[in-house]
């Protein structure tokens, strides 16, 4: 079992809709939680960060925790065509000095 | 506030050379963690630094090493380099202390070919 898991996509949604990312992972102690956005040729871009239960909204992204499933996800609503791009799941293990991320799922958002 | 930077942003080498990429982290955050980043395997922790101190190392062999100085700035270290470590090797540096610690901010990377 991966640490950090993620569909790898590619998800496909049409301009306006909203697009749902799912990620599991493995370590129950994780307490630091983050959604990356990755473009093509680009670095890593930190656009959320969840530390506990519930929903955290920030815009048009919504990120979701639910630690006794160990469940995140990310929603994007009204999503645009620069919305785009690979979308790495991260977590935080136990011990707070080492970041696992996802292998990525990528987003198609055609106009 | 400059965002993190990294040297060389691109480099070309041969197998059994070995390379030293560095990274400069944001002003006032003082731990550094670097990753490598390829198609197949996604981005993979190398290892995290605070305080000149390695607190934490992924699953690479002992020639990738790495080090952090007073001034918070790293190094990592790649010898007798295989053409499986061609890949583009990220910097992140996080601020420590705050309740936002562990949001890490990646620099634009050091893409490295091997030949």
């Known amino acids: 079992q991966k640490e950090v898991e993620q569909n790898s996509g590619p998800l496909s949604v049409p301009e306006g809709a909203i697009a749902s990312l799912n990620c599991t992972y493995s370590d129950r102690g994780s307490q630091s939680f983050f959604w990356y956005r990755q473009y093509s040729g680009k670095s890593p871009e930190l656009i959320m960060s969840i530390y506990s239960n519930g929903d955290k909204e920030d815009g048009r992204f919504t990120a979701q925790l639910n630690k006794a499933s160990q469940y995140v996800s990310l929603l994007i609503r009204d999503s645009q065509p620069s919305d785009s791009a690979t979308y790495l799941c991260?977590?935080?293990?136990?011990?707070?000095?080492?970041?696992?991320f996802g292998a990525g799922t990528r987003l198609f958002v055609k106009a | 506030k400059a965002g993190v930077t990294q040297t060389p942003r691109y480099l070309i080498k041969t197998r059994g050379q070995q390379v030293t990429l560095s990274c400069s982290p944001i002003s006032g955050h003082r731990s550094v963690s670097w990753y490598q980043q390829t198609p197949g395997q996604g981005l993979q922790f190398l290892f995290e630094?605070?305080?000149?101190?390695?607190?934490n190392k992924g699953n690479f062999p002992g020639r990738f090493s790495g080090r952090q100085f007073s001034n918070s700035r790293s190094e990592m270290n790649v010898s007798t380099l295989e053409l499986g470590d061609s890949a583009l090797y990220l910097c992140?540096?996080?601020?420590?202390?705050?309740?936002?610690?562990?949001?890490?901010?990646f620099g634009p990377g050091t893409r490295l070919t091997v030949l």
């Open positions: 992140a540096s996080t601020v420590v202390g705050l309740a936002t610690s562990n949001e890490q901010f």
């Open positions: 991260a977590v935080v293990n136990t011990g707070g000095f080492k970041t696992i």
């Open positions: 630094y605070f305080s000149e101190t390695q607190r």
